[in-house]
Every structure is written in C-alpha cells, then in structure tokens.
C-alpha cells in the first residue's frame, strides 16, 4: 500500500501525540538531570550533540519502527556520553585537547594574522562582517578579533 500524502488513520496521530509528550517529558527530566553543560554552546562538539538530540526526538516522534523506550534509550545514552565527556574534558587538559578547540587570534590590533585564518577558513569579508556586527566601520589599529570555540567571533577594542 502507498504512503498517503494527508492522512494515514487516527491511531498514527494518536501514536504521534502520547510518543511525542512521553519522549519529550522523558527528555526534559534527562536534561535537568544531566546539567545544564549539556545543551551548552561552548564547542562545536556540544553543538552536534544539541542537532542530535533534535534529530533522535523527532525520530522516536514520527518514525513508527522505533519503539518508545528504545528511542528514550537512546537519548538516555547521548546524555550519558555528553555528560561523560565533559566530565572528562574538565579533569584531564590531554582530554580536553582531544575534543575541544581553542579560541584562535585572527586579528591583532588591525594587523590580520593571515596564516591562523587560513587555518581557520575564515575571509576578511567575514572578519568585516564581524566589525559590522558589533557597530564598528572598519578596522583600526585598536581592534582584534578571536574565532571562539563556538565558532562565533568577538570583536575587541584595544585600550
């Protein structure tokens, strides 16, 4: 039988709705129970772990051939693992190196630093777009700019 593009039958919608609250309010005591280190932005790897997240809870929400305990699992482990790492990550500075970036100078005192932004993959045009960000027209002797391990980059004001 076809997919059906509008309706499917009242059962999927009510699947949708108890999997969708269940594994939600599953996710939320994880989630306070873990931190608040694990939905932080520090790093790009804490990022991907919040796209993940995502992406598992909408799979045990619309996806019919994952059960809702084994989808609760599941997010259950990638909580684990985050909290695990980062515990880690703030004991041992050799296991930190491993999954952390450092923030990277690409401009000191408006002398760009060519080889740490091609290092980094960042073009003048966005270090400008930073300037602009941040209210500023262009740049001068007084700013420097760092690439944060967030990947967001910060405007200074030398003093």
Partial sequence: MDNPIFFDDWAGIGRI????VLAYAALI???RTSGKRTLSKFNAFDFIVTICLGSMLSSIIITKSVPLVEGIAGLALLIILQFAITWL?????TFE???KSNPKLLVHRGAY???????ER???EEILAA???NGLAEMSDLHSVVLETDGSLN???AV
């Fill in 122 to 124: 960042v073009s003048k």
């Fill in 131 to 133: 300037l602009h960000a």
């Fill in 29 to 31: 005591v994880m989630l």
């Fill in 89 to 93: 990550s703030v004991r041992s500075r």
């Fill in 155 to 157: 405007v200074f004001k």
């Fill in 17 to 20: 709705l108890i999997t969708g």
């Fill in 113 to 119: 630093q060519d080889k740490a932004m091609r290092g």
């Fill in 97 to 99: 190196t491993l999954v």
